[in-house]
């Protein structure tokens, strides 16, 4: 019940989760913080949701990090774009 209470009271999921991802993006005030972090503490959902979101978070860094060592030419570019109006039937 007093779970319950906290989590309606302090910070809902909806927001703890809009909360994450800010913080993923930008940083976030001390306030924010100490609500997130007292509703990670009660609640096992948005833990789990916190997990999945720094998995997936360290892939597309990973991915990004690996496209940005990879130079790409200008022909391949154009391959690309010529292939997307192709689908597209532009």
């Known amino acids: ?22 913080r993923n993006a930008e940083k976030i005030s001390s306030k924010e913080n ?16 916190k997990q999945k979101l720094e998995i997936l978070d360290d892939i597309l860094k990973r991915k990004i990090a690996q496209e940005n060592s990879t130079k790409i030419n200008d022909s391949e570019i154009q391959s690309f774009k010529d292939k997307m109006i192709k689908n597209l039937d532009i």
Do not use: D, G, N, V
Not at 11 to 20: G, K, Q
Not at 34 to 49: G, T
């Open 34 to 49: 100490w609500k997130l972090s007292l509703h990670l503490k009660i609640c096992k959902w948005c833990r789990a949701y």
């Open 1 to 22: 019940m007093l779970r319950k209470l906290i989590h309606i009271i302090f910070l809902p999921c909806s927001e703890a989760t809009l909360l994450m991802e800010k």
